[in-house]
């Protein structure tokens, strides 16, 4: 099983309920039905959790490490050969936008559940 979601590996306890409403956080209490209730995952308690079975284990990282070990920007390099400049300028900004330690590349967290005799760490590795 492959996550990759908001969230955090610390140990302590955090409050993370929340609603989202037309891109912006809205009290969860209003907008009943309007709202996306949603909260991040403690990837530390699951963890914990997968330890109890015998036969599986999980590998961690964020979503920087994951997605340029995989090669994201080798990959867009490729694409943005025969592009227009402002699809290219396009193309780069997004995957920006994934990997930036400031946006979205320590925010969400990459776990990989899998049996512990599967070797598997594509995407893994430091």
């Known amino acids: ?15 993370t309920l929340q609603a989202v409403n037309n ?8 907008n009943i039905g ?15 959790f997968i330890s109890q079975f015998k ?5 961690f990282t964020n979503q920087k490490k994951f997605l340029t070990s995989m090669g994201i920007l080798q990959r867009a390099e490729i694409i943005s ?8 300028a ?6 920006r936008r994934l990997i930036d ?3 979205m590349g320590k925010l969400f967290k ?7 005799r599967n070797n598997f760490k594509t995407g893994f590795q430091n």
């Open 1 to 15: 099983m492959l996550v990759i979601d908001y969230g955090y590996a610390d140990s302590k306890m955090h409050e």
């Open 23 to 30: 891109h912006k956080y809205s009290n969860i209490l209003e």
């Open 34 to 48: 309007d709202s996306d209730i949603t909260y991040n995952i403690n990837f530390h308690s699951f963890e914990k």
């Open 55 to 59: 036969e599986i284990d999980s590998i």
């Open 81 to 88: 050969k025969n592009i227009a400049f402002s699809k290219k």
């Open 90 to 95: 396009d193309l780069f900004y997004r995957v």
């Open 101 to 103: 330690e400031k946006q």
């Open 110 to 116: 990459v776990m990989l559940v899998k049996k512990k």
